[in-house]
């Protein structure tokens, strides 16, 4: 018999990369600051800092 599965179950998982106007890539890093968890995105190369990885563009 067929295993059943949710409809909002995942099959594959993606993972999406996101690059940097100089050409390196962004790697999402979460830091814990006062207590709270801080989310980071950093490029690579450039060591350039933002909230977010759409913040690159």
Do not use: H, L, W, Y
């Not at 998982?13 to 890539?25: D, I, T, W």
């Not at 800092?49 to 759409?54: D, I, Q, Y």
Request: aromatic fraction near 6%; charged fraction near 30%.
């Amino acid at each position: 018999m067929a295993q059943a599965r949710s409809k909002n179950a995942r099959t594959a998982v993606a993972k999406q990369r996101f690059f940097c106007s100089c050409g390196g890539e962004i790697q999402v890093k979460q830091m814990s600051q006062n207590g709270k968890v801080k989310t980071i995105a950093e490029c690579g190369s450039c060591k350039r800092v933002e909230r977010r990885p759409s913040d690159f563009n």
